[in-house]
């Protein structure tokens, strides 16, 4: 009998795992580890080789929709009058960390969502590139910033925000001190509450289009929208992101990929300004 039991456990418990398998979406995770890649283009894990280093980076290489592009004008095509994106942040908890190819603010869980055409995409963290990883008429800019959110299904969309060097940014100015201890002493530091509502994206335009990660694996169908009013950033403020990173490159931004045809939008008229609605 308790043999019967035990094995009607184990049959139970290997059911109930593979319906876990099947049926919770699976986010398609940026790579963490600092030593899987890197930027430089001479080198064997640089990004001409990163779809060869591993079997599920495959898309690195072979991907149609890739990310980043050039948002060139004689691509774009204008569609007016949309209010397609709502954003509504909220103060939560956050962990500061190195990943060794960026620095990444993850926030704990309730950072609040964007919604796109009913669909809402809940906020997880953001990063920064410099340079700049999209360009705008071939024009690259100082640094770019991606917030990256998931849906309750697995889906990935990313807001990404552009940056010229000029005034300070009020959100980099207060992680401040943060940035200078993790890139004196720790890889990474758990932070009180911060607000990504702090990050103040209104805009009545902004770039849509399909694309992929950016890093490892460049899982593709990612949803990009790209704030198209170019925020200020000061020098020394990018020289601190790239500078608590610890790595070997000046840069940490992916050459631009083919379009292969795809729709670039200019949306206008949209609601952006990254508050409570």
Not at 36 to 44: A, I, M, P, T
Not at 89 to 97: I, M
Request: aromatic share 8%; net charge positive.
């Amino acid at each position: 009998m308790k043999m019967e039991k035990l094995s009607f456990h184990v049959l139970f418990c290997s059911f109930f795992c593979a319906f876990l398998l099947v049926s919770w979406p699976a986010m398609s995770q940026e790579v963490e580890n600092q030593k899987e890649f890197d930027y430089n283009n001479k080198g064997k894990k640089g990004p001409a080789h990163w779809g060869d280093l591993k079997r599920e980076w495959h898309n690195c290489k072979n991907g149609r929709m890739q990310s980043p592009i050039d948002l060139l004008n004689r691509r774009v095509r204008i569609v007016s009058h949309f209010t397609d994106l709502k954003i509504n942040y909220k103060p939560s908890n956050a962990t500061l960390k190195n990943r060794g190819h960026d620095i990444m603010l993850k926030w704990g869980g309730k950072a609040g969502h964007m919604e796109v055409n009913g669909t809402r995409y809940f906020l997880r963290q953001i990063h920064w590139h410099s340079p700049s990883e999209h360009t705008i008429n071939g024009r690259r800019f100082a640094l770019e910033a991606h917030l990256v959110h998931q849906s309750q299904t697995g889906k990935v969309a990313v807001i990404g925000i552009l940056y010229n060097i000029g005034r300070r940014d009020y959100f980099l100015s207060r992680m401040k001190q943060h940035l200078e201890e993790i890139s004196h002493t720790k890889k990474h530091k758990v932070l009180n509450v911060v607000n990504p509502s702090l990050l103040k994206m209104r805009s009545s335009l902004y770039y849509r289009y399909i694309g992929s990660l950016t890093v490892p694996p460049c899982s593709q169908n990612v949803l990009w929208t790209l704030v198209r009013k170019i925020r200020t950033v000061a020098p020394e403020q990018v020289k601190l992101l790239r500078v608590a990173v610890h790595d070997d490159s000046n840069t940490n931004a992916r050459p631009l990929q083919p379009l292969n045809n795809r729709n670039i939008q200019l949306r206008i008229k949209s609601n952006i300004d990254g508050g409570e609605e």
